[in-house]
């Protein structure tokens, strides 16, 4: 099921019905400011899962997440003034920031080396949701096969169907991974060029 949202001004009476299907252990499809992904509750373990198996993951790889604001980053991920001062800068924006997770953040959604990665797309229907559901949500990217990355909600639904429980359309956008900088310490690494620009780290 598709469901059309307003990506300048995400209507809330259709943001509320997304987060009841994601309270509900629900997995949706929905745009970014970089790529169309797949995501679910950050505290819900088996919606995770089902995230695993749709991506064929193994359990430790990085699914970053989505946060409203530097500040609730910082429940979530340890952030040192560099870090900070860095975020504050280029966010919200198409990064995905490396670092060390805090105990907030379930097991299931770090990796082996305790590190998330954290975005704050931008983007008003992201923000819209994690702010109406109160904690982070999973951004994960999902590929057309042979094709590249999603830049359309039809896409996503032809692609994945009832395996996902609803699909955002916030309109087309240009599809390209977000820049990844590690920033566990203050020797930033640029672990993917992407859309964000990185020449604040080279």
């Known amino acids: 099921m598709i469901i059309a949202i307003n990506p300048k001004n995400p209507q809330p009476r259709?943001?509320?019905?997304?987060?009841?299907?994601?309270?509900?252990?629900g997995?949706?499809?929905?745009?970014?400011?970089?790529?169309?992904?797949?995501?679910?509750?950050?505290?819900?373990?088996?919606?995770?899962?089902?995230?695993?198996?749709?991506?064929?993951?193994?359990?430790?790889?990085?699914?970053?997440?989505?946060?409203?604001?530097?500040?609730?980053?910082?429940?979530?991920?340890?952030?040192?003034?560099?870090?900070?001062?860095?975020?504050?800068?280029?966010?919200?924006?198409?990064?995905?920031?490396?670092?060390?997770?805090?105990?907030?953040?379930?097991?299931?959604?770090?990796?082996?080396?305790?590190?998330?990665?954290?975005?704050?797309?931008?983007?008003?229907?992201?923000?819209?949701l994690v702010k109406e559901l109160g904690h982070p949500i999973i951004s994960t990217s999902v590929y057309k096969p042979d094709e590249g990355l999603y830049n359309d909600p039809a896409g996503i639904e032809e692609r994945f169907g009832k395996q996902l429980d609803l699909v955002i359309d916030g309109g087309m956008i240009v599809a390209e991974h977000s820049s990844m900088i590690d920033l566990t310490d203050d020797s930033p690494r640029v672990i993917r060029k992407g859309k964000?620009?990185?020449s604040f780290f080279l």
């Open 27 to 128: 997995v949706v499809g929905y745009p970014t400011d970089t790529i169309y992904g797949i995501g679910c509750d950050l505290f819900n373990p088996e919606a995770i899962r089902r995230i695993h198996r749709l991506k064929k993951l193994e359990g430790k790889k990085l699914l970053s997440f989505i946060c409203s604001d530097l500040k609730d980053i910082s429940r979530y991920a340890y952030v040192s003034n560099y870090a900070y001062k860095m975020m504050k800068r280029l966010l919200p924006g198409a990064y995905t920031f490396v670092l060390k997770a805090t105990k907030l953040v379930p097991k299931i959604a770090m990796t082996k080396q305790n590190t998330v990665g954290i975005r704050i797309p931008d983007n008003q229907i992201c923000l819209a």
């Open 14 to 25: 259709l943001i509320r019905r997304v987060v009841e299907v994601l309270k509900e252990g």
């Open 196 to 198: 964000g620009d990185i």
